[in-house]
């Protein structure tokens, strides 16, 4: 099961945590009442996500932040946000809960990676819709 694995994965960051968040994320006022959904961790990778099912936070790294300018950096916040707000975790594990306990609806599988597709194009078009242009989208 990939959410065996991803959890674990999880776990180690969360050992790489950073206390305070810097100022490059806490000036975004777009993102101001949803700073406590923003965990910063200590790494050499890029990393941005959203990850839980009861209370989902939006883990980004150090290196990420100091790379992008942050219009770049409140695309990314949002498009994770929408996937916090929209539960989208919760509703990925349980498609590929279905699908490996169906496997053998081969259909399913392709379903599942359509979902996934779906959410991306929708936090996607969220952040195009807030930022009012996709430039910083896709420059980050």
Known sequence: F???????????LAKLKVKALPQEITHLS????????IILIKSKDYLSFSYGFY????????????????KQLEAVILHELYHVKNNHMLLLFLNELVSTTLFFFPV?????????????NQADSFVKEVQKTDIYLHKS
Do not use: C, H, R, W
């Open 2 to 12: 990939s959410y065996i694995k991803f959890n674990s994965k999880i776990g180690n």
């Open 30 to 37: 777009l993102v101001e009442n949803d700073l406590q959904k």
């Open 55 to 70: 209370k989902p936070k939006i883990y980004i790294s150090t290196s990420l932040v100091k790379a992008l300018d942050p």
């Open 108 to 120: 399913l599988k392709d379903l599942v990676k359509k979902v996934k597709v779906y959410f991306e």
